[in-house]
């Protein structure tokens, strides 16, 4: 069975401030696919934010993000992480990790979710 866990990361931070959202793979070993992380805001659909393709030769991110969030993977652990940086209130919204889809210029069908994180960029 197939599950994405996301371990840690979301909560309240302070615009201008860190948080890393990790999220851990059972079922299925994530070196072998392109991995992303989407977002939905309240009132918005989802989005894409970043992904990295299977080799990690490819990585998309949304231009809203470029510069301040990296997405990687720990093969390890066999799990993939969000570092997002110096964030800004319009970054809140609910996130969610993703295996298993296509990530070149764009970011879609991916086939596996992990549960939401709620993140929150407020003073």
Same mark, same amino acid.
């Given at each position: 069975?197939? =599950?994405?866990?996301?371990?840690?990361? *979301?909560?309240?931070? =302070?615009?201008?401030?860190?948080?890393?959202? /990790?999220?851990?793979?059972? *079922?299925?070993?994530? +070196? @072998? $696919?392109?991995?992303?992380?989407?977002?939905?805001?309240?009132?918005?659909?989802?989005?894409?934010?970043?992904?990295?393709?299977? &080799? +990690? /030769? &490819?990585? $998309? $991110? %949304?231009?809203?993000?470029?510069?301040?969030?990296?997405?990687?993977? +720990?093969?390890?652990?066999?799990?993939? @992480?969000?570092?997002?940086?110096?964030?800004?209130?319009?970054?809140?919204?609910? @996130? @969610?990790?993703?295996?298993? *889809? $296509?990530?070149?210029?764009?970011?879609? +069908?991916?086939? /596996?979710?992990?549960?939401? %994180?709620?993140?929150?960029? &407020? /003073?």
């Amino acid at each position: 069975q197939v =599950q994405l866990v996301v371990k840690s990361g *979301g909560g309240l931070v =302070q615009p201008g401030g860190s948080l890393r959202l /990790s999220c851990a793979a059972t *079922g299925l070993i994530l +070196d @072998y $696919y392109a991995i992303g992380w989407f977002r939905q805001a309240p009132g918005k659909e989802r989005e894409g934010v970043a992904c990295t393709s299977r &080799s +990690d /030769s &490819s990585t $998309y $991110y %949304t231009d809203s993000v470029k510069g301040r969030f990296t997405i990687s993977r +720990d093969s390890a652990k066999n799990t993939m @992480y969000l570092q997002m940086n110096n964030l800004k209130p319009e970054d809140t919204a609910v @996130y @969610y990790c993703a295996a298993d *889809g $296509y990530c070149g210029e764009s970011m879609a +069908d991916f086939g /596996s979710w992990g549960q939401g %994180t709620q993140v929150t960029v &407020s /003073s």
